[in-house]
């Protein structure tokens, strides 16, 4: 499996989340989830493998809309793999961020709102293929970035790295695969 499978939710899908109640976002999350990894998301798979609803629950809840308890919303954001504060009105009160649908390598076990502000300190090296340091004066950043963030923000930002990482490693292993081509082909003439 790769760094990670899926896409974020940005823009115009939190607006539509915005509107809608809990047990819409949860149905609306899952089916979006079904899309991107066909029946490994169907309610069926969703009380099997979640343990936190039987069918009817499940089907109750997308269904009928009543407001789910907490265990309910956290076991599901476990299983969806979303942080559990995409299902409170307040994280899309003032510009909400972008979250990540789909599996990853990466887990925050974490998801209360317990601890309001993370403080996070990126520390930049830049080497070309293992080798010599780049000097950052060439990309106009700092070598160490330092943010405070509450518990969304630092969550939408690990995904939103660990979807632009995955990005980087497909064209890098794309650009690797055409240079060996060119290099086959200029062997062959």
Known sequence: MSLNEGRTIANEELKLLSAMN???????I????NKLFPKEFSKKRVVENSEVLS???LHYLEEKQPEPTMNTLKG???FYGVPVEVFSD??????PVPFFIGKSMVEISDTTFH?????????????REGKELIDFQDFSVPETIHLKLSYPELYGLVKLIEYQTHIINDKISMGKRAQLALQQLARKE
């Not at 899952?30 to 989830?33: F, K, P």
């Not at 307040?90 to 510009?95: F, K, M």
């Open 30 to 33: 899952r089916l979006e989830l």
């Open 90 to 95: 307040d994280y899309y009160a003032n510009n």
């Open 115 to 127: 601890h309001p502000d993370y403080e996070l300190t990126i520390d930049i090296n830049v080497r």
């Open 76 to 78: 599901l954001a476990n």
């Open 22 to 28: 809990n047990a819409q976002r949860l149905k609306y």
């Open 55 to 57: 069918y009817q629950g």
